[in-house]
């Protein structure tokens, strides 16, 4: 599969903490697709959402586009991406990975705003985002597995952020 020289449009999907946003800036430098991070469209500052019509008006703006890729949870919104998608990426690394990730990137970003986060969201974590990114795999990963092997859509999986890193590796 010739990937990234026919795809122009690419989800990265998977759960907080797994690289999302990481695997998708490395992507975006490859291929020079127009990169959106689903955070930056959903959050407002000081961590205040947005709210629901104007998020999906600002993605479907985005789906639009001939060319992207976009990275972020947001499972309610994955069957809308999907029908726009010719790629999905999905980070399906274990829990402990993710739980690593989070933690790395709150130590790692403390007290400042991500570049892939909307402007005046300074990196904060507390016992329900642990929580969401515990039960992740219980919860919200069948149900996105699910959804993959129900579309038509070219679908990678990676298992570790390792194999992620050595196929982006490959791409260059």
Not at 82 to 106: F, N
Request: charged share 25%; proline share 3%.
């Amino acid at each position: 599969m010739e990937v990234c020289m026919r795809h122009q449009r690419i989800l990265i999907i998977g759960c907080s903490g797994s690289g999302k946003s990481y695997f998708s800036r490395e992507l975006h430098k490859v291929t020079q697709l127009p990169l959106v991070h689903l955070d930056q469209l959903y959050w407002k500052k000081g961590w205040e959402k947005r709210g629901k019509a104007l998020f999906l008006k600002d993605l479907q703006s985005h789906l639009q586009q001939s060319s992207w890729i976009i990275d972020g949870n947001f499972d309610s919104t994955l069957p809308l991406r999907m029908q726009y998608a010719d790629l999905v990426i999905c980070l399906d690394v274990p829990r402990i990975q993710s739980l690593q990730g989070v933690t790395t990137r709150w130590f790692k970003h403390f007290g400042r705003t991500r570049v892939d986060m909307a402007v005046g969201c300074p990196e904060k974590i507390d016992m329900e985002f642990l929580q969401f990114v515990w039960t992740y795999q219980e919860k919200i990963r069948p149900h996105i597995l699910q959804q993959l092997r129900e579309s038509s859509v070219d679908t990678i999986i990676f298992k570790s952020r390792k194999s992620a890193k050595a196929w982006l590796k490959n791409l260059t």
